[in-house]
């Protein structure tokens, strides 16, 4: 079978992903074969292929938004599933004893810990599967997976309530699925972003205001009407002390993203008023299987730029130079 996969990281305009010619895998106990039909492309994977976060070994298998159906003879055979960023958690340990198996110590990732869906065929753990809803496409389906998914994590981990006055900083493949979820619960979206491309895009999806940060100085405070909660989507630590000094006392910022620059240092007096600030941390089954329903109910539309797999290290490069809205997807078969 082809995989693409990354043997060395090296900054994503050297083509650091190669292709291989690997023999179709066997699945374990436990596991089942997937025929990949699409994956989308995460800045995940980026950080990986740069050298920002390091898997476990090298070489490895990028890609953790994958659409495919189960090829193995069993239970499932021919079902079209998703596979998301959690491959398996222990299930013994006090995390995933409360729920929490995304912050498992022993957790592995897909396309990260184990070979993802850069290929023609994966493995998958059964029990971490997600049933893809009838009458959305794969190519749709493909960036729910993550970005839909951990998106939907960092808006509750953000407590939003509806009708609440919310920033988004940055604005790609996440953000534009989340602001389409706060719409749904009537809030009023602000989109902060250096790109004029996803300005635009964010107020065709309605967006009451879109700019960079330097745009909305004045948005908080003193002169200005502040945020009730903030996500952060862009791996920018200084937009940290930013995202602080918009939201009111009481508010509530939670940082969308496996990777960041360093945090500034801020006075106290940013985070004082029982503001609070809080990371997020991958996703958990439940969070994959009420975002996929909450995303059939509401009718998300992913906006897709589509490239062959063998133009991984393409989509990486447009995704990093943001040339495109939305979310990259790679179609396998």
């Known amino acids: 079978m082809k995989a693409y996969r990354i043997f060395s990281p090296a900054p994503i305009e050297t083509n650091p992903i190669f292709r291989a010619d690997l023999p179709i895998?066997?699945?374990?106990?436990?596991?089942?074969?997937?025929?990949?039909?699409a994956c989308g492309v995460c800045h995940t994977d980026l950080h990986i292929a740069e050298g920002e976060i390091h898997p476990p070994v090298f070489p490895v298998t990028?890609?953790?938004?994958?659409?495919?159906?189960?090829?193995?003879?069993?239970?499932?055979?021919?079902?079209?599933?998703?596979?998301?960023?959690?491959?398996?958690?222990?299930?013994?340990?006090?995390?995933c004893r409360r729920g929490e198996e995304n912050l498992c110590p022993d957790a592995r990732f897909t396309g990260f810990s184990v070979d993802g869906g850069y290929a023609e065929y994966m493995l998958a753990d059964v029990r971490y599967l997600l049933p893809i809803p009838g009458g959305i496409s794969d190519e749709q389906a493909a960036p729910l997976l993550c970005a839909g998914i951990v998106g939907y994590r960092a808006l509750k981990k953000a407590e939003i309530r509806p009708g609440e006055r919310v920033g988004l900083l940055g604005f790609g493949a996440s953000a534009h699925l989340c602001l389409q979820i706060l719409r749904g619960w009537g809030?009023?979206?602000?989109?902060?972003?250096?790109?004029?491309?996803?300005?635009?895009?964010?107020?065709?999806?309605?967006?009451?205001?879109?700019?960079?940060v330097s745009d909305g100085q004045g948005i908080g405070g003193r002169a200005g009407k502040f945020l009730d909660k903030a996500v952060i989507f862009a791996p920018a630590g200084e937009l940290i002390p930013f995202a602080l000094e918009k939201i009111?006392?009481?508010?509530?910022?939670?940082?969308?993203?496996?990777?960041?620059?360093?945090?500034?240092?801020?006075?106290?007096?940013?985070?004082?008023?029982?503001?609070?600030?809080?990371?997020?941390?991958?996703?958990?089954?439940?969070?994959?299987?009420?975002?996929?329903?909450l995303a059939a109910q509401m009718g998300l539309y992913s906006t897709v730029q589509s490239y062959p797999l063998a133009e991984a290290n393409r989509a990486l490069d447009?995704?990093?130079?943001?040339?495109?809205?939305?979310?990259?997807v790679l179609s396998v078969s």
């Open 25 to 37: 895998p066997e699945p374990g106990p436990g596991q089942v074969r997937i025929r990949v039909r």
């Open 62 to 95: 990028l890609g953790h938004q994958v659409v495919g159906v189960v090829d193995t003879i069993g239970p499932g055979s021919g079902a079209r599933v998703g596979v998301p960023w959690l491959h398996w958690a222990c299930g013994i340990c006090e995390f």
């Open 187 to 212: 809030c009023e979206v602000l989109v902060f972003t250096r790109s004029k491309l996803h300005q635009d895009h964010a107020r065709e999806l309605g967006a009451v205001w879109a700019g960079s």
């Open 248 to 293: 009111r006392p009481g508010g509530i910022v939670s940082v969308n993203a496996i990777h960041m620059s360093n945090i500034p240092a801020f006075p106290y007096a940013s985070l004082w008023g029982e503001r609070t600030l809080r990371s997020v941390a991958n996703a958990t089954n439940a969070d994959g299987l009420e975002f996929l329903s």
């Open 318 to 328: 447009d995704l990093k130079h943001s040339r495109f809205n939305g979310e990259a």
